[in-house]
C-alpha cells in the first residue's frame, strides 16, 4: 500500500473518529469527499467523480468529488433528507499563516433530527429527534426540537405501554431516534419508526441512559440543577435517563452551546391529557396530509390553518395531530384566541 500523504493521515484520523458519518473534509474554497464516501456523495448529489492520482494505476487512485463551502448547505439538505449523517471538518487556522499543515477538527454532525439551516426544515412543522428509553418498569419518550428550543418527556408504564408509546410517536413524528438496548431490540417499535415514520434510528451509548450521566448532561446543557435529586419514582426517572440520553447526544453532535434548549417538561399523564388517535386513523382522517396525495391541500389543517408566521403554522398542527381532551382547556385556548382577534 502506498504511504499516505500528511493530509490524507489527517483525514483518515478525522474519518476514524466518525464511521457512521459522510466526511466533509475542507480543502481551500472547496468541502471534499474521499474513497466511499466520494462514491455514495457522487452518486447522491450527482457529482463528478475524480481522482487526484491519475499517474498511479486504476485500482491504486483515491476516488474524491467535492462541493464549494459557499454552497455546501444546500448539498448536506439533499443528503439529510435521504437519511445521510454529515460530518463538518473545518479548517481550524488560516491556511496563509499556518506552519505546515493545516490543523482540521469536525465542528458539527449534521443528521435528520439536528438540521438547523433553512434549506433541511419545514418553517410550517416543527423538526422532532428523540429518544426512547425501556426497561422493565416501561418506557420513556424524551422529544426536543433543537431549532426551537422545545425539550419534554413523557413515560409510559404498565404491561399495554407499547401502543401508547407508539401512538404518541405518530402524533409528533420524530426524524431521528435515539434507543437504548432494550429499544433498538424491540422489533416493534424499531419497524414503527423506520417502516412507518421514516424515521433515522440510532442505537445509543447505553451509557448515556445511565442515571448519573443523564444527569450531568442535564446539569450541562442546563435543563436540570446540579442539586436537584435524581428522582427514584420510575415515571420521573425514566424520563430523565431518556432526556439525559439525548441531551447528550445533541452536546456530541452539536459541539456547541446548548444553553437556548428548555426547559424540560415532564407531561405526566399524556394519554389522559390528549386524546389518543394511531397512525391508521390520522392517515383516514387526513388530519394534515391528504390520503392518496400526502399533500397539504385538502387536509383539516389546510381549513383551518388562517396563521401568519412560522410558529403559528406549528402551533395550529400541534394542536390538531394532538387534541386536548379537556372542555375547560379547550374553552381556555378558544377564549384566548378570541380576545386576540378583537384586540390585536
Not at 481550524?92 to 426544515?121: H, S, Y
Not at 446540579?226 to 447528550?248: I, K, V
Amino acid at each position: 500500500m502506498a504511504e499516505l500523504t500528511p493530509m490524507m493521515k489527517q483525514y483518515w484520523k478525522v474519518k476514524e473518529q466518525h464511521p457512521d458519518c459522510l466526511l466533509f473534509f475542507r480543502l481551500g474554497d472547496f468541502y471534499e469527499m474521499f474513497h466511499e464516501d466520494a462514491k455514495v456523495g457522487a452518486e447522491e448529489l450527482g457529482l463528478t467523480l475524480t481522482t487526484r492520482d491519475r499517474s498511479k494505476p486504476e485500482e491504486e487512485r483515491t476516488p474524491m468529488c467535492g462541493v464549494p463551502y459557499h454552497s455546501a448547505q444546500s448539498y448536506i439538505a439533499r443528503l439529510i433528507k435521504r437519511g445521510y449523517k454529515v460530518a463538518i471538518c473545518e479548517q481550524m487556522e488560516d491556511p496563509a499563516v499556518a506552519k505546515g499543515l493545516v490543523d482540521r477538527d469536525v465542528i458539527r454532525i449534521v443528521t435528520p433530527g439536528t438540521a438547523m439551516a433553512d434549506e433541511m426544515l419545514d418553517e410550517s412543522r416543527n423538526n422532532y429527534i428523540c429518544a426512547v428509553y425501556e426497561d422493565s418498569a416501561g418506557a420513556a419518550l424524551a422529544r426536543c426540537d433543537l431549532s426551537t428550543g422545545q425539550f419534554s418527556a413523557a413515560p409510559f408504564q404498565g404491561r399495554d405501554y407499547l401502543p401508547h408509546l407508539l401512538n404518541a410517536l405518530a402524533a409528533r413524528p420524530p426524524s431521528e431516534a435515539i434507543l437504548s438496548d432494550a429499544a433498538a431490540s424491540d422489533g416493534e417499535l424499531t419497524a414503527f419508526l423506520k417502516d412507518r415514520l421514516g424515521c433515522l434510528c440510532q442505537p445509543a451509548v447505553e451509557a448515556r441512559f445511565r442515571p448519573a450521566q443523564a444527569r450531568d448532561a442535564l446539569c450541562a446543557c442546563h435543563l436540570r440543577g446540579e442539586d436537584e435529586p435524581f428522582p427514584e419514582e420510575d415515571g420521573p426517572r425514566m424520563c430523565l435517563q431518556a432526556a439525559g440520553a439525548l441531551a447528550a447526544y445533541l452536546a456530541e453532535t452539536q459541539k456547541t452551546d446548548l444553553s437556548h434548549l428548555g426547559p424540560l417538561v415532564i407531561e405526566e399523564g399524556l394519554t389522559q391529557a390528549y386524546m389518543e388517535l394511531d397512525l391508521t386513523a390520522r392517515k383516514t382522517l387526513e388530519l394534515t396530509e391528504t390520503f392518496r396525495g400526502k399533500e397539504k391541500k385538502g387536509s383539516l389543517l389546510w381549513v383551518l390553518d388562517r396563521t401568519k408566521t412560522p410558529m403559528g403554522h406549528r402551533m395550529i398542527r400541534s394542536c390538531i395531530e394532538q387534541p386536548q381532551r379537556s372542555p375547560a382547556a379547550n374553552a381556555k385556548r378558544q377564549d384566548a384566541v378570541q380576545e386576540l382577534c378583537r384586540h390585536a
